[in-house]
């Protein structure tokens, strides 16, 4: 046995793999995201939005990394899949020595459990011939700022860092390296199995024990039990079922389950664009994800997941600030201040520096999450009544809105170039009224209903005057400009316009020319759209190219919508993610998986199959809309 004290200070390690190589396991608490090459290169420990323990994604150097993989990896050809209606993740090494299977999950995490308290396992069998195996395991605590102990003993390593402790049970001896990590080679042959367990406690606690066979099918059949039984809840039959099911256990696995809330996205700082500073922190939640979100679980027939994530909108409303004020994002927990910090000391993805940790936007003025807001509740409130006490907080809201839908804002995008009138803002702003009338008339809740028509109608009026251009015959991004933006492709969605409306039509046709590439959609042209801070290019928006597909079925361009909806999910990767951009070649960009992408996919697939079934006179999804 040793220990030494060591600093995160490492030598090269590996290139950045492509973003879309990797895929994702998690507990319900945080996640690990793992390359095609066995390696898991991003995990926090022990919540979503905790300091890294590995990611390598931000700096192949210096900042950790847990690989399993071939010795030699040249010959070796990788291949990763879910297994059935899990989040399971098997990768497989194949050459012509041997044929490798590597199994990696995390056991769910019970409620009530200490918070630093996770496991994550890893299992490497050979099914043909023989493969030889390196294993190398070197967390960098805190982002790489901080030092930690390694301890090696006969049966494993830990790793002793200030706030708690990593424990990694091995059957095979591991030697330490000079890099603050721990090593081991090992050969396999066929039939041979050896289970690798990596657990983190704040307690003191014995040394790492080797997993059993028995403990490890114990809890690989509990794992994938749960998630089966899980997935058995969605009602979804439709069309395109594998990949609604895929974006619902996604969704799942970004989803903290003690507070209900769905983190946009796992991960910070994965570029927009490479090496042009569109890197941000999306380990929050959203309040414009909310009313997809709530959509999308309702739809699905997932009324768990909707209940706690409204239970969360509940007491985010119940912490109304300034008179009616929400912020744009909290932390999972409800955290208020998530004050921005870049971390200088780690290159970034690919040198795509600066790598930031916290989001400044939390303090903009975004005036759309007033509509999403409300329409997340209008949602919950068709499935179930909401409280007295939240409808009081409600008034308090569009009481706040009233007096400030008028004003600029930075918007759907967050721009950091100065706020305008933003036509997504007056439109979501619109949609806070309509969906306060519409409760109020469900429900017989009091309120000012007449003051609430009379804006209503004014901010419609509004946007039918100075949100459309008649140069471009199109909507546009804000009054005065004549910048198109995918974003005007909600108009139709909120139900804001009818599905004939000749202007609406006309912006579909005008988004198509000015902003497509192929089924893929631009959010906007940064050379004529609002200042964003940047005039970089980006890639093609997920949600936005899904937008489309709903527009095309709504309008009943269904044929085109299917062919440019199956074009879309070609370009998943290759378990059914989508990070929140995709490259004019087919490359992932931004932060990986991002939910909202999984949302705008779940809404689209639903709103064509019920168009394409109903055109064909047959209920072939059994799912029903709640605006209908």
């Keep these: 046995m040793s220990e030494t004290r060591t600093h995160p200070s490492f030598h090269p390690s590996k290139e950045y793999q492509p973003i879309e190589d990797y895929a994702l396991i998690g507990d319900l608490h945080t996640v690990a995201l793992v390359g095609k090459n066995g390696s898991i290169d991003w995990c926090c420990l022990p919540r979503f939005d905790s300091p890294s323990i590995f990611g390598t994604v931000l700096d192949a150097e210096k900042a950790g990394f847990f690989r399993i993989s071939p010795a030699e990896m040249s010959g070796v050809k990788c291949h990763q899949l879910y297994l059935p209606e899990t989040n399971i993740l098997l990768t497989r090494f194949l050459s012509v020595d041997g044929v490798a299977e590597l199994t990696d999950f995390m056991p769910i995490k019970e409620i009530g459990t200490s918070e630093h308290q996770h496991m994550l396992i890893r299992s490497v069998s050979v099914v043909h011939g023989s493969l030889?195996?390196?294993?190398?395991?070197?967390?960098?605590?805190?982002?790489?700022?901080?030092?930690?102990?390694?301890?090696?003993?006969?049966?494993?390593?830990?790793?002793?860092?200030?706030?708690?402790?990593?424990?990694?049970?091995?059957?095979?001896?591991?030697?330490?390296?000079?890099?603050?990590?721990?090593?081991?080679?090992?050969?396999?042959?066929?039939?041979?199995?050896?289970?690798?367990?990596?657990?983190?406690?704040?307690?003191?606690?014995?040394?790492?024990?080797?997993?059993?066979?028995d403990a490890y099918q114990t809890a690989f059949h509990e794992t994938s039990h749960y998630w089966q039984n899980w997935l058995s809840q969605c009602r979804y039959q439709g069309r395109w079922r594998e990949m609604v099911q895929r974006s619902a256990l996604v969704l799942k696995l970004l989803t903290y389950a003690p507070t209900g809330a769905i983190v946009a996205a796992p991960t910070t700082s994965l570029p927009e664009s490479v090496g042009n500073g569109r890197n941000w922190d999306y380990r929050y939640t959203w309040i414009r994800d909310a009313s997809f979100s709530l959509y999308s679980l309702l739809t699905l027939g997932l009324t768990q997941e909707a209940e706690a994530f409204m239970d969360w909108l509940d007491e985010r409303c119940h912490e109304l600030k300034d008179?009616?004020?929400?912020?744009?994002?909290?932390?999972?927990?409800?955290?208020?201040?998530?004050?921005?910090?870049?971390?200088?000391?780690?290159?970034?993805?690919?040198?795509?520096?600066?790598?930031?940790?916290?989001?400044?936007?939390?303090?903009?003025?975004?005036?759309?999450?007033?509509?999403?807001?409300?329409?997340?509740?209008?949602?919950?409130?068709?499935?179930?009544?909401?409280?007295?006490?939240?409808?009081?907080?409600?008034?308090?809201?569009?009481?706040?809105?009233?007096?400030?839908?008028?004003?600029?804002?930075?918007?759907?995008?967050?721009?950091?170039?100065?706020?305008?009138?933003f036509l997504h803002s007056r439109l979501m702003s619109w949609v806070a009224f309509d969906r306060a009338i519409r409760m109020t008339r469900h429900r017989g809740w009091p309120a000012p209903t007449q003051d609430w028509v009379k804006i209503r109608a004014q901010i419609y009026e509004q946007i039918m005057h100075k949100g459309w251009s008649d140069e471009k015959q199109s909507f546009v991004q804000y009054y005065g400009s004549e910048a198109v933006d995918a974003s005007s492709l909600l108009l139709l969605i909120t139900n804001f316009t009818g599905t004939r409306e000749p202007r609406m039509l006309s912006t579909i046709r005008r988004i198509e020319q000015e902003l497509s590439a192929g089924a893929l959609i631009h959010r906007y042209s940064p050379q004529e759209a609002a200042d964003d801070g940047f005039q970089s290019k980006e890639g093609t928006f997920s949600a936005c190219s899904f937008w489309l597909v709903e527009n095309l079925a709504r309008a009943g361009r269904l044929d085109e919508a299917r062919l440019k909806l199956e074009k879309l999910l070609s370009y998943s990767n290759h378990v059914g993610l989508y990070a929140e951009e995709i490259s004019p070649t087919g490359e992932a960009l931004g932060n990986f998986p991002q939910a909202f992408s999984h949302l705008a996919l779940i809404t689209a697939c639903y709103h064509l199959d019920k168009a394409l079934s109903t055109q064909r006179g047959h209920a072939h999804s059994t799912a029903q809309s709640l605006y209908d």
């Excluded at 001896?173 to 050969?187: H, K, P, S, Y």
């Excluded at 409800?334 to 690919?350: I, K, M, P, S, V």
């Excluded at 006490?389 to 009233?402: C, E, H, I, K, P």
Aim: net charge negative.
């Design 323 to 421: 008179g009616g004020a929400l912020q744009p994002m909290y932390g999972i927990k409800g955290e208020h201040d998530l004050t921005e910090t870049t971390l200088d000391h780690l290159e970034g993805y690919r040198k795509s520096r600066p790598v930031r940790i916290g989001n400044g936007a939390y303090k903009q003025k975004q005036l759309d999450i007033y509509g999403e807001m409300m329409d997340a509740i209008h949602v919950f409130n068709r499935y179930e009544a909401i409280t007295y006490d939240l409808w009081v907080n409600v008034r308090r809201l569009l009481d706040w809105l009233s007096q400030h839908w008028e004003e600029p804002d930075e918007g759907i995008w967050e721009v950091r170039g100065g706020p305008k009138q």
């Design 132 to 213: 030889s195996f390196r294993l190398t395991c070197r967390p960098a605590f805190n982002y790489a700022r901080d030092t930690h102990e390694v301890d090696v003993s006969k049966e494993g390593a830990t790793f002793q860092h200030a706030s708690f402790r990593l424990m990694l049970a091995s059957p095979v001896q591991f030697e330490q390296d000079d890099r603050g990590g721990v090593q081991a080679t090992f050969t396999l042959y066929r039939g041979d199995t050896m289970h690798f367990l990596l657990q983190s406690t704040r307690e003191n606690g014995p040394a790492p024990h080797p997993l059993s066979e």
